[in-house]
Structure formats: C-alpha cells, structure tokens
C-alpha cells in the first residue's frame, strides 16, 4: 500500500489523481492532502478519503474548514508551514505535487530531505529553481518523477536506454488556444477564448500559458533538468492533435514516441505505478486509424515570444528562470483578472528580464528574493 502526500487536491491534477487512487485502493491511501481556498471540494474530498492531515491556503479557509469538519477527524493547518507539513506527513511514500506556481518548491525540497519520492505536476518549481531541486534529489537519492505529459512520454520512451545515446528530446505542442490567430489578431482576445483549450482540460494558469507557449517553454526548462540535456539538444514541435505526447531521437537517429488520448489520469498512474503499468478506468484507446492524420509544424519564436523567452533564460540560468517563472505568474494571474491585455504578458515578462540583474549560483533564500523582487515589479507594471 503506497501512502500519498497530495498537494494540490481540489485542482484539475489533483481530482485526476484522486480519480487514480479510488481507482485502485488495494494499491494507494491518501494520507495528507492541501488544497488553496476551494473548501466545498476540499470537505468532499476529505469526507471521501479521509486522510490524517490537510493543509489550506489561508487563515480564513481553515477557519471555515474547522467548522465544517470536527478536529477529532483530521488534523488541519494552513499557510506554508502546514503546505510543507503535508508534504512530509508521518509515513508518507510518495508526495504527488499538484499545486500551481512556485509555492510548491520549499514542500517538494523539504519531502525530498524526507526521501519522500516526487511524482511532480508542478513544474514552475523545477522552473524556479531546478538546480536546487536535482541536487537535492541526487543527495538525498529520491526519484523525481514526471506527471508533466510531455516529460512522461519522454521517460517512457527513455526506459531501457542508455543515456548517453539520446540525440535530442522532442517535446510536443499543441499551439494552445490561438495556434491559429497571427500576432495581429491577439491584441483584443478575452480570457474566455484564452481559457479554451483545443485538446486538454486543464486549471487556468496552464491554459493560458500554453496559449502564450509558456506552458512549452516551462517544460524545455523542466526537460532540461529531468533529464540533464542541454538546451541545445531540446526540440519543441507543433503538433495540434496532442496524441504524440513526445519523442526522443537517439544518435542512429531512431525515434522513439510515445502515444495515447489526452488523458492526464494516464501520466498520473504511470508514475505512481512505475515501473509498473495498471489499466486506466474509462480511458479511450487510441485508434490511429480513427485518427488518420497527424499534424507537424516548427516551432515560430516570433509567433510565440514566451517560447524564446523561456529559452533564453534558461541558457542564462541562475536566476534567470525564477524571474521568468515569478513574472509569468504574476502577468497570467492579471490577466486572468481582467487587469491586462493578453500581449503583456509576454511584454512583463521581457521587461522583468531585462532588469534582472542574474546571480548565478543562487541558494534557496537568493531565490526567493528574486521570486518575490520580480511580483513586485510585475505588480509595478500592473497598476
Ligand atoms: N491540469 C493539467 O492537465 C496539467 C497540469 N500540470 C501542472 O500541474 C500543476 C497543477 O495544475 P492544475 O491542476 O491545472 O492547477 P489547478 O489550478 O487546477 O489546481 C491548482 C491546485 O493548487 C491549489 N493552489 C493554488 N494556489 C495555491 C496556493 N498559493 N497555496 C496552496 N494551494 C494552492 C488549488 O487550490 P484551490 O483550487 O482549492 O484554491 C488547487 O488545488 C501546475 O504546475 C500545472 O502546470 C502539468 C500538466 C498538465
Ligand atoms: C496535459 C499537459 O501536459 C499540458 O502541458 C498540455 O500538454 C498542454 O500542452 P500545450 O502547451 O502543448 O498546449
Ligand atoms: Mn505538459
């Protein structure tokens, strides 16, 4: 019985993988849980799996959530001290990361000091600060595995292969909302077209950045690190069927991918069963032959700025990907509310790069300075 520490429960990731562990009780027991501030799904979620602790957002959802749910039954904390208290929970195997945006770093470093395995959907932590996160992973000996779908079919395709023999990682994308809008036609588009995703459903944020093809450069970075491949040697490839999850090519130049419909539930299980494989309840197979065509086109880097943003600050490194990563949340969540057109994201992005002055081998407290100093200039340019 694998015990799971999941962060992130109310979320889209999060009920998906919740969706995996009442699928199969013989195999996994939720054991602590967070959410943020959505506390109808949470008491449903708490009600239904029971776990020993939870943590929340803020002081004002756990003190409505101490009203609806009697201390005797489960313990519950809030703010990040009880984030990282649930990511280490007494006898916890296996923390599944699914909050959004860098507040799930400290948590996944403090689980990992714990030896607690990482099944990581949250990849604006590997964004913010990935050196820290694999050299403690290598430290500590824990496993980081991938949820990211992109990053799962790549591990896929990596198992029984040597390494050294990895040409190049081709990573997936879809295009997002407007993959079929020039630059022109996105200065008046409204969150509620933004938020339609073509093939996924997902939260918000990863919505929009995958309209901006932030999401593809989040995940560059976060391949980068995953699987220690310079930038050089990463491909991102328009593919506006998402049933290529992704491919790696190998140095005979084979290329090896990695199929199925869009179903997160399936990237979830796989590394929470790994190296095993369980059936997916419900899950449509894939009939190629239903599908008949599929779909290529290069990467445009002017078309999508945030994709060259994402990979010129990732070749910087140092802080650079925290400023970006900081700058991106704090844009997409303007956007989101209404404060800012769709084009400044990208604007904000590139104006908080360019003051940045890097640090190249930041610490953790370094870090977070920077996360913070780049809100507070984003914010700057938001009012
Ligand atoms: N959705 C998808 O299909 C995919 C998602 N991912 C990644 O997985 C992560 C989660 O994405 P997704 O599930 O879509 O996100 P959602 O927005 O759907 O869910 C986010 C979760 O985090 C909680 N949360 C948000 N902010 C905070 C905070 N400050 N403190 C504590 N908890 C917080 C939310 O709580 P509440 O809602 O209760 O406020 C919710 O439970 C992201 O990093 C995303 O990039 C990667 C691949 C695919
Ligand atoms: C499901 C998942 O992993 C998301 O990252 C999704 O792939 C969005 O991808 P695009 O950025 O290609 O639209
Ligand atoms: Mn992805």
New binding site residues.
Partial sequence: MKKISL????????L?TLDVIKAHPDQFKLVSM?????IS??INIIRQFQPHFV???DKETYEKLKLEIPNEEVKIGYGQNA?IEAAIFDGVDCLVN????S??LVPTLKAIEHKITIAL????TLVTAGHLVTEHARKYGVDLLP???EHSAIFQCLQGENPKNIERLIVTASGGSFRDKTREELTDVTVEQALNHPN???????TI?SATMM?KG?EVIEAHWLFDIPYEKIDVLLHKESIIHSLVEFQDHSIIAQLGTPD?RVPIQYALTFPNRLQVKNSKRLELWEVGKLHFEKADFNRYKCLQFAYDSGKIGGTMPTVLNAANEEAVAAFLNGKIKFLQIEEFIERAMDKHENIAHPGLEEIQEVDQQTRNFVQTLIS
């Fill in positions: 962060l992130g429960a109310t979320g889209s990731i999060g998906q967070s959410f943020g501030s959505n799904s949470g943590a929340v957002k984030l699914a909050v959004v945006g507040v799930g959907a949250n990849k604006e949820v990211d779908s996924w459903s997902m939260g918000a944020k990863i950045d999401n989040l997160m």
